[in-house]
């Protein structure tokens, strides 16, 4: 099943001179895609992450996630699918000050309604998966940048979502942390974690599989369709 | 990888399009996480309900203590007497009972025993060179010799007049009255000053609850009062004691048998009565600090409200973040509103138990027992789960309206 389909996505800010951020995108990511979308500042890449996680709706076209048509679904229906089938990474982390890593992670089960023993089970495993497990009981504020980003994915893949939506996950860290963030989720992707990044990071964008450049919120160049 | 939680598990699309679901058990950790990550604001906002619960606490339960500490000295005192006086505001005489009114009330069937005084038209001095105008506002009345047994009176030193002592010129100071002659001793050698003769003190009155009234008076016997004092015979207020169960039917014939020519000019009251709405008077000042208590109540909740919604603009990445993990806006609003709850209500159990102990302390002070009742204390606390319930009403409503993409912007 499609990961993320989007349909003639159009969105437009509205305000006294309204802004169209994304025009008329399509675009389907498949299982196991890793695509990186680039583009200037102010091209809409932001926007189009937002729309594909359902973070804003767009005024016209439609988005399905994992086979979820979520145009016309309730708040708590859209949060269900957030919480069920969408990992995000932020490029600045966005961890909770006051929870361990562990804590941070189970957080990404934390509104499926699974029992916190469970949650945290499932934290254990994917903290050992980004390489962090003898981190586990360490506050954000006493790991580096790099951890924290990690700390960031495994709360991303805990739920094991149909797409990871990744929003400048290299952009706050040194070239050295952001090779390792890299090279965690290029291996997570190795083991089947499909994956939208929106990155600057050239290193990121060669490699992905796939590249979408996106220029005053159209889609002008994609490496698949190219 | 494989945690079980992914959507190639059984039924996970249908539980997506179910909604996102955050357990209750979960809500209360994450409430009082966001609490005691800042504590110190924390405590301080809920200092204020402490402060408002603990002063309406304290207030209703100090009042209680006083009132039961009332009702048991009353009930101590018997609730079995009443006083018989006449009722005639606009005589132009001094208004008096009939002579025969004593004797009449004793025979009533229930009434265990009545006493009289009467008016006597002269002050009390310590000796006869004190100035005429120094009284001392003490009232002089003749008074029967089982008025003692009556009032169940004690007496702090000598005795109270006897059918023999009625006749001759000795006095018994009610314990203002001798405090105000500066009269300590009452074994006869002290003497003074009434209406041109030298009376003896022979006994002082311990105060007597229930006829503050002779606190201040000098007592004489009414033979004596008569033949130096040219006192009239009829009495100004009978004291009855009756048998405790018929008090009321008692009270009933009181004035026909004070004065059966004209029971209209008697008033019968109930000095526990009395009593008992000069407490209630107070309630007056209670009225005023529990007023206090609920602007202190009031203050703290919008405190809360104030500190909630600085949370809210502080902690945007924070709900942006929960929103993008799978949050409603119920959730948010919940978790936003159950962190006020939860201030008030520390705060509330806080003033609760702070009011209780100042009550028992003033209880203690005043060797009363301290009346803190448990519902009370649970309603207390349930006020301030009420006040903190509206105070995070607002912050809540606005958490939850934040666009998921505009919070999660660096500010």
Redesign the interface.
Known sequence: MTALAMTDVTKIHPGARPVTAVSSVTLAVEPGDFVAVIGPSGSGKSTLLALAGTLERPTTGSIRIAGHAVDRLTDREVAGIRAASIGFVFQHFFLLPGLSALDNVATGLLYRGIPGSHRRAAAVAALDQVGLAHRATHRPAELSGGERQRVAIARAIVGEPAIILADEPTGSLDSAAGAGVLAILASLNERGVTMLVVTHNPDIAAAAHRTIRLRDGLVEHDSETA | ?????????AG??T?????????P??LWP?AI??L??RPARSLLSALGIAVGIATMVAVLGISASSRSQLVAEIDALGTNLLTVTPNQPFATTSATLPVTAPGMIARIGPVVDAAAIGDVAANVYRSNQIPAANTNAISVYWAQPGLLHTLQGQMAKGSFLTAASTRFPAVVLGPYAAQALGIDRADGSALVWIGNHWFAVTGILDQLALAPELDRAALIGQPVARQLLHAGVRPVQVYVRTNPAAVPAVEAVLAATANPGAPQDVAVSDPADVLTAREDATTAFQGLFLALGAVALLVGGIGIGNVMVIAVLERR??I????????????ISLQFATEAVLLAGAGGAVGAALGAIATAAFAATRHWQAVVSLPSLAAAVGIALAVGALAGLYPAVRAAQL???EA?R?T
Do not use: C, K, Q, Y
């Open positions: 990888m494989s945690t079980g939680f992914g959507p190639a598990d996970a699309h539980r997506a399009a179910a909604g996102s679901r955050l357990r058990a979960d994450v996480a966001g005691v990550i990445n924070e942006g973040l929960r929103r993008a993990l799978g949050a409603s806006r119920r959730h666009p998921p993409a999660l660096m």
